[in-house]
């Protein structure tokens, strides 16, 4: 065999080496991302799964809540859309005192229920829930009366595996709650 021939021969053998050790780094690099991607997928699918409607009733005292600055849509319900566990949602309603005093505004919640898919409760109803709450951005700000104010109302879904197990285990598909905002008389400083 010719030198040349010999040095083609080396030279094609540690070229071939060479591919090999990378062609097995891409399919080691390849493997591990998609093992990676199918973990993180089933992680994922195991909080994000557990979606459900939610519906709160609004009850007013002293005040009227309505979805526009306009006043032309009165609510009595909110739907909070799809939530799930670590969501937040929030809702901006406009707050109109129909008293003839001046007010301030209190938040409360009652009859937290939660529902299969069969629609029975399963938990509830309750006056709190450890999974949920409910805040808003009110800030004790003095209401004229006829006057309107706009609040946000936030819902907090918590994103324990507790929460996760109870929705798993009782089939959780749907909850519902009341919502108290009352006007309460404020003396005149």
Known sequence: MSRKTKNSLDSLIKSL??????????????????SLTILISVLLDATT???????GTIHTIGVKAYYDPNL??????????????????NVTLYIKSISNTKTALHL??????????????VSGPNSTTPYLNLTWNYNNTIINPDQTIPITLTLSVTNSSTFTRFLKENDVTNFSFDITISATEQNEQ
């Open 17 to 34: 080496t060479h591919s090999k050790r990378t062609i097995l780094l891409i399919v080691g690099v390849a493997i591990i991302t998609f």
């Open 108 to 121: 409360q919640t009652a009859n937290w229920a939660f529902r299969n898919s069969t629609n029975a409760i």
């Open 72 to 89: 032309e849509n009165m609510t009595t319900q909110i739907e909070w859309g799809k939530t799930y566990p670590g969501s937040t949602a």
């Open 49 to 55: 799964h557990f979606n459900f409607p939610s519906l």
